[in-house]
T-cell receptor, first 112, second 115 residues
Framework: GEDVEQSLFLSVREGDSSVINCTYTDSSSTYLYWYKQEPGAGLQLLTYIFSNMDMKQDQRLTVLLNKKDKHLSLRIADTQTGDSAIYFCAESINNQGGKLIFGQGTELSVKP | DTAVSQTPKYLVTQMGNDKSIKCEQNLGHDTMYWYKQDSKKFLKIMFSYNNKELIINETVPNRFSPKSPDKAHLNLHINSLELGDSAVYFC??????????????FGSGTRLTVV
Protein backbone atom coordinates (compact mmCIF):
# COMPACT_ATOMS: atom_id res chain seq x y z
CA GLY A 1 0.00 0.00 0.00
CA GLU A 2 0.94 3.64 -0.22
CA ASP A 3 1.33 5.38 3.09
CA VAL A 4 3.66 8.10 4.35
CA GLU A 5 3.74 8.98 8.04
CA GLN A 6 5.24 11.87 9.96
CA SER A 7 4.95 13.13 13.49
CA LEU A 8 2.66 16.16 13.65
CA PHE A 9 4.62 18.63 15.77
CA LEU A 10 8.20 19.57 16.59
CA SER A 11 9.37 22.44 18.76
CA VAL A 12 12.99 23.59 18.94
CA ARG A 13 14.97 26.59 20.16
CA GLU A 14 16.58 28.97 17.71
CA GLY A 15 20.11 27.85 16.89
CA ASP A 16 19.43 24.18 17.65
CA SER A 17 19.19 21.47 14.99
CA SER A 18 15.77 20.16 13.97
CA VAL A 19 15.22 16.62 12.80
CA ILE A 20 11.95 15.77 11.08
CA ASN A 21 11.28 12.09 10.47
CA CYS A 22 9.18 10.29 7.90
CA THR A 23 8.39 6.66 7.18
CA TYR A 24 6.90 5.27 3.99
CA THR A 25 5.61 1.89 2.93
CA ASP A 26 5.99 1.65 -0.84
CA SER A 27 9.37 0.21 -1.78
CA SER A 28 9.01 1.22 -5.44
CA SER A 29 9.40 4.92 -4.73
CA THR A 30 11.80 6.67 -7.10
CA TYR A 31 12.29 10.07 -5.52
CA LEU A 32 11.57 11.32 -2.02
CA TYR A 33 10.97 14.99 -1.40
CA TRP A 34 10.78 17.51 1.38
CA TYR A 35 8.42 20.44 0.89
CA LYS A 36 7.92 23.46 3.12
CA GLN A 37 4.58 25.25 3.53
CA GLU A 38 4.40 28.59 5.28
CA PRO A 39 1.00 29.82 6.54
CA GLY A 40 -1.34 30.71 3.69
CA ALA A 41 1.26 29.83 1.07
CA GLY A 42 1.87 27.07 -1.44
CA LEU A 43 4.39 24.28 -1.25
CA GLN A 44 8.04 25.07 -1.75
CA LEU A 45 10.41 22.27 -2.76
CA LEU A 46 13.27 22.23 -0.26
CA THR A 47 15.24 19.22 -1.36
CA TYR A 48 14.90 15.71 -2.71
CA ILE A 49 16.80 12.45 -2.73
CA PHE A 50 16.87 9.70 -5.30
CA SER A 51 15.96 6.33 -3.86
CA ASN A 52 19.40 4.79 -4.46
CA MET A 53 21.16 7.44 -2.36
CA ASP A 54 21.76 7.36 1.40
CA MET A 55 22.43 10.99 2.11
CA LYS A 56 22.22 14.40 0.53
CA GLN A 57 23.47 17.67 1.96
CA ASP A 58 22.38 21.09 0.77
CA GLN A 59 23.63 24.01 2.89
CA ARG A 60 21.78 23.76 6.25
CA LEU A 61 19.72 20.79 5.09
CA THR A 62 20.76 17.14 5.37
CA VAL A 63 18.53 14.35 4.10
CA LEU A 64 19.14 10.80 5.27
CA LEU A 65 17.48 7.83 3.62
CA ASN A 66 17.40 4.35 5.11
CA LYS A 67 15.85 2.32 2.33
CA LYS A 68 15.85 -0.92 4.32
CA ASP A 69 13.75 0.63 7.10
CA LYS A 70 11.88 2.93 4.68
CA HIS A 71 12.84 5.90 6.82
CA LEU A 72 13.62 9.41 5.65
CA SER A 73 14.76 12.33 7.76
CA LEU A 74 15.39 16.02 7.25
CA ARG A 75 17.89 17.74 9.50
CA ILE A 76 17.93 21.54 9.59
CA ALA A 77 21.10 22.90 11.16
CA ASP A 78 21.09 26.19 13.11
CA THR A 79 17.29 26.46 12.95
CA GLN A 80 15.97 30.01 12.64
CA THR A 81 12.56 31.49 13.45
CA GLY A 82 12.03 31.83 9.69
CA ASP A 83 12.14 28.03 9.45
CA SER A 84 8.83 27.81 11.34
CA ALA A 85 6.44 26.14 8.89
CA ILE A 86 4.87 22.81 8.03
CA TYR A 87 7.25 20.31 6.43
CA PHE A 88 5.89 17.62 4.18
CA CYS A 89 7.64 14.44 3.21
CA ALA A 90 6.47 13.01 -0.14
CA GLU A 91 7.34 10.10 -2.37
CA SER A 92 6.84 9.59 -6.07
CA ILE A 93 6.09 6.06 -7.12
CA ASN A 94 7.43 4.48 -10.27
CA ASN A 95 4.81 4.03 -12.99
CA GLN A 96 2.13 5.93 -11.10
CA GLY A 97 1.80 8.83 -13.49
CA GLY A 98 3.73 11.24 -11.33
CA LYS A 99 1.52 10.85 -8.29
CA LEU A 100 3.04 12.22 -5.09
CA ILE A 101 2.07 10.57 -1.81
CA PHE A 102 2.35 13.07 1.03
CA GLY A 103 2.78 12.64 4.74
CA GLN A 104 0.50 14.55 7.10
CA GLY A 105 3.08 17.29 7.56
CA THR A 106 5.17 18.18 10.62
CA GLU A 107 4.57 21.60 12.10
CA LEU A 108 7.94 23.01 13.16
CA SER A 109 7.85 25.74 15.78
CA VAL A 110 11.10 27.60 16.44
CA LYS A 111 11.26 29.52 19.71
CA PRO A 112 13.67 32.44 20.16
CA ASP B 1 8.06 35.20 -13.91
CA THR B 2 8.16 31.47 -14.51
CA ALA B 3 5.61 29.82 -12.30
CA VAL B 4 2.43 27.94 -11.79
CA SER B 5 -0.35 30.46 -11.34
CA GLN B 6 -3.88 29.69 -10.29
CA THR B 7 -6.94 31.89 -9.98
CA PRO B 8 -8.78 32.83 -7.95
CA LYS B 9 -6.80 32.79 -4.71
CA TYR B 10 -9.98 32.81 -2.62
CA LEU B 11 -13.43 31.59 -3.56
CA VAL B 12 -16.49 31.77 -1.30
CA THR B 13 -19.68 30.33 -2.72
CA GLN B 14 -22.98 28.80 -1.73
CA MET B 15 -23.84 25.11 -1.72
CA GLY B 16 -25.19 23.92 -5.01
CA ASN B 17 -23.29 26.42 -7.14
CA ASP B 18 -20.90 25.53 -9.97
CA LYS B 19 -17.43 27.07 -9.94
CA SER B 20 -14.12 26.85 -11.82
CA ILE B 21 -10.51 27.26 -10.79
CA LYS B 22 -7.94 28.03 -13.46
CA CYS B 23 -4.31 27.01 -13.59
CA GLU B 24 -1.55 27.94 -15.98
CA GLN B 25 2.14 27.07 -16.05
CA ASN B 26 4.82 28.68 -18.18
CA LEU B 27 7.58 26.25 -17.25
CA GLY B 28 7.17 24.17 -20.39
CA HIS B 29 6.26 21.13 -18.28
CA ASP B 30 4.36 18.24 -19.84
CA THR B 31 2.40 17.14 -16.77
CA MET B 32 -0.04 19.03 -14.59
CA TYR B 33 -1.89 18.03 -11.42
CA TRP B 34 -4.62 19.01 -9.03
CA TYR B 35 -4.17 18.30 -5.32
CA LYS B 36 -6.64 18.90 -2.49
CA GLN B 37 -5.50 19.97 0.98
CA ASP B 38 -8.11 19.44 3.68
CA SER B 39 -8.56 21.26 6.97
CA LYS B 40 -6.01 18.96 8.64
CA LYS B 41 -3.43 19.96 6.00
CA PHE B 42 -3.53 16.51 4.40
CA LEU B 43 -2.64 16.66 0.69
CA LYS B 44 -4.06 14.19 -1.77
CA ILE B 45 -3.85 14.01 -5.53
CA MET B 46 -7.05 14.38 -7.49
CA PHE B 47 -6.01 14.36 -11.15
CA SER B 48 -3.01 14.48 -13.41
CA TYR B 49 -2.74 15.24 -17.10
CA ASN B 50 0.19 14.58 -19.38
CA ASN B 51 0.15 16.55 -22.61
CA LYS B 52 -3.60 17.17 -22.34
CA GLU B 53 -4.33 13.51 -21.64
CA LEU B 54 -5.82 12.34 -18.32
CA ILE B 55 -3.49 9.86 -16.62
CA ILE B 56 -4.65 9.87 -13.00
CA ASN B 57 -8.20 10.16 -11.69
CA GLU B 58 -8.00 9.34 -8.03
CA THR B 59 -11.60 8.32 -7.25
CA VAL B 60 -12.79 11.89 -7.20
CA PRO B 61 -16.59 12.45 -7.39
CA ASN B 62 -17.68 13.12 -10.95
CA ARG B 63 -18.89 16.57 -9.88
CA PHE B 64 -15.21 17.47 -10.35
CA SER B 65 -14.20 17.73 -13.99
CA PRO B 66 -10.72 18.75 -15.05
CA LYS B 67 -10.15 20.25 -18.46
CA SER B 68 -6.84 20.72 -20.22
CA PRO B 69 -7.18 22.84 -23.36
CA ASP B 70 -3.42 22.68 -23.92
CA LYS B 71 -0.46 21.38 -21.97
CA ALA B 72 0.09 24.73 -20.23
CA HIS B 73 -3.40 24.87 -18.73
CA LEU B 74 -5.37 22.62 -16.42
CA ASN B 75 -8.67 23.97 -15.13
CA LEU B 76 -10.91 22.41 -12.50
CA HIS B 77 -14.67 22.73 -12.73
CA ILE B 78 -16.82 21.73 -9.78
CA ASN B 79 -20.57 21.21 -10.10
CA SER B 80 -23.15 21.27 -7.31
CA LEU B 81 -20.71 22.34 -4.62
CA GLU B 82 -21.04 20.71 -1.19
CA LEU B 83 -19.83 21.82 2.23
CA GLY B 84 -17.23 19.03 2.20
CA ASP B 85 -15.60 20.52 -0.88
CA SER B 86 -14.23 23.33 1.26
CA ALA B 87 -10.46 22.98 1.09
CA VAL B 88 -7.37 24.47 -0.48
CA TYR B 89 -6.83 23.27 -4.04
CA PHE B 90 -3.30 23.25 -5.40
CA CYS B 91 -2.29 23.04 -9.01
CA UNK B 92 1.18 21.67 -9.78
CA UNK B 93 3.32 20.77 -12.76
CA UNK B 94 6.33 18.58 -13.48
CA UNK B 95 8.48 17.88 -16.49
CA UNK B 96 8.21 14.12 -16.29
CA UNK B 97 5.19 12.10 -15.08
CA UNK B 98 7.51 9.40 -13.76
CA UNK B 99 8.81 11.79 -11.13
CA UNK B 100 12.13 13.58 -11.34
CA UNK B 101 14.62 15.28 -9.12
CA UNK B 102 13.31 18.62 -10.27
CA UNK B 103 10.27 17.90 -8.24
CA UNK B 104 6.95 19.43 -8.78
CA UNK B 105 6.23 23.13 -8.88
CA PHE B 106 3.11 24.09 -6.98
CA GLY B 107 0.83 27.06 -7.39
CA SER B 108 -0.03 29.16 -4.35
CA GLY B 109 -3.40 27.50 -3.88
CA THR B 110 -7.09 28.40 -4.11
CA ARG B 111 -8.95 28.46 -0.81
CA LEU B 112 -12.51 27.33 -1.56
CA THR B 113 -15.13 27.92 1.13
CA VAL B 114 -18.61 26.55 0.57
CA VAL B 115 -21.30 28.08 2.78
Amino acid sequence: GEDVEQSLFLSVREGDSSVINCTYTDSSSTYLYWYKQEPGAGLQLLTYIFSNMDMKQDQRLTVLLNKKDKHLSLRIADTQTGDSAIYFCAESINNQGGKLIFGQGTELSVKP
Amino acid sequence: DTAVSQTPKYLVTQMGNDKSIKCEQNLGHDTMYWYKQDSKKFLKIMFSYNNKELIINETVPNRFSPKSPDKAHLNLHINSLELGDSAVYFCASSQDPRGTGDGYTFGSGTRLTVV
